[in-house]
T-cell receptor
């Protein structure tokens, strides 16, 4: 059981480039989340989804986009990368509102 | 506004020295209080869920408790391998409201 899988693990982008962070879960969870975590800080919610075809903004959505075409996949798109988007990105999923979330191992992104 | 606050920000203990981490919360319609452990360079790892005041859960040297306003993570006779950042989060409908974490360092 792989759980939540994120790719890539590391990436360096130049300012203005775009990329997609991939997230896949094999637990048939309805809820999926994208967070960013800056050094020494807590998790900030970027976007979330409560099921295929449904997405909503979190606390810090500017500069990002998401889609949820299947239950398993929840990719995060960065358009026109900026240095402020340098961070560690975590994808998470959970089955219901009351249960715990499972996290991927993270993607460390540096924008130079 | 929903909010979760953890204290202290960092805690240094000697091996075997017991202590507690605090998580104060204001989350409307709380749907579980969650504790996670995060090691450097890794994603948070689930530890406990507490659903109602008075509830307690234990796992090895860790025990989590919940009141109507706070949760505590008690660590008894910690070992160096317990060093990590401990995060708490309040469940609110579809989302989790996260605290900033407590960085715990256990010195041998």
């Amino acid at each position: 059981n792989a759980g939540v899988t994120q790719t890539p693990k590391f990436r360096i982008l130049k300012i203005g480039q775009s990329m997609t962070l991939q997230c896949t879960q094999d637990m048939n969870h309805n809820y999926m989340y994208w967070y960013r975590q800056d050094p020494g800080m807590g998790l900030k919610l970027i976007y979330y989804s409560v099921g295929a075809g449904i997405t909503d903004k979190g606390e810090v959505p500017n500069g990002y986009n998401v889609s949820r075409s299947t239950t398993e996949d929840f990719p995060l798109r960065l358009e026109l990368a900026a240095p402020s988007q340098t961070s560690v990105y975590f994808c998470a999923s959970k089955g219901t509102a009351n249960t715990e979330a499972f996290f991927g191992q993270g993607t460390r992104l540096t924008v130079v | 506004e929903d909010q979760v606050t953890q204290s202290p920000e960092a805690l240094r203990l000697q091996e075997g020295e017991s202590s507690s981490l605090n998580c104060s919360y204001t989350v409307s319609g709380l749907r579980g209080l969650f504790w996670y452990r995060q090691d450097p360079g890794k994603g948070p790892e689930f530890l406990f869920t507490l659903y109602s005041a008075g509830e307690e859960k234990e796992k090895e040297r860790l025990k989590a408790t919940l009141t109507k306003k706070e949760s505590f993570l008690h660590i008894t006779a910690p070992k160096p391998e317990d060093s990590a950042t401990y995060l708490c989060a309040g469940g609110s409908n579809y989302q989790l409201i996260w605290g900033a974490g407590t960085k715990l360092i256990i010195k041998p």
